[in-house]
């Protein structure tokens, strides 16, 4: 069977879904990293309410729901610079039930192809997370270009004082598209 993916956009009134599906994945991937914590959910949501509507409220914010056969599998919140063509992807998740299928790499090349004038992608993931590092890293293309940690806080911390060590430990990851050309 063929695995078409499809981007659409976010009904105003299913952005609180998509939230909630979106913490939901994210907190999967925390309680299978923390297994020995009593209560992983503890450190949730992830992201919080607050990140997630600050993400929103930036103009080049697009959000689009991923589709499969009509159903929305997953969804991503990207930052699209269309002077740049450097663009950012904030959180991108596809629902637990849909992990391991290779959905995961077909909805990422289906976000590539969506916005063809992308010269480079960036992203961040914590140092725990490694079923992202490797989604990242070996199915989809990124590199590690910078490890954010208490010595190198990042872009992200300035005016913020994280809770614990752990909050400072973030990789960035990016992914250079080439364009096919003739030009020298």
Known sequence: MTIHITLAPVPQDELNSLKQELQEAF????QDSFIEADDPTEMGPLPSDGEFEQSLHDPHTVVRQLMLNGERIGGVV???NEETGRNEVDFFYTLTS???KGIGTKAWFAIEA???ETKVWELHTPYFEKRNIHFYVNKCGFNIVEFYHRGNPGPN???EEPETVDEY????FEKIMLKES???
């Open 27 to 30: 907190m999967k991937g925390l």
């Open 78 to 80: 990207l930052k699209i």
């Open 98 to 100: 849909a992990h391991g």
């Open 114 to 116: 969506a916005f063809p």
């Open 157 to 159: 911390v300035e005016g």
């Open 169 to 172: 430990e973030f990789f960035r």
């Open 182 to 184: 003739c030009e020298v």
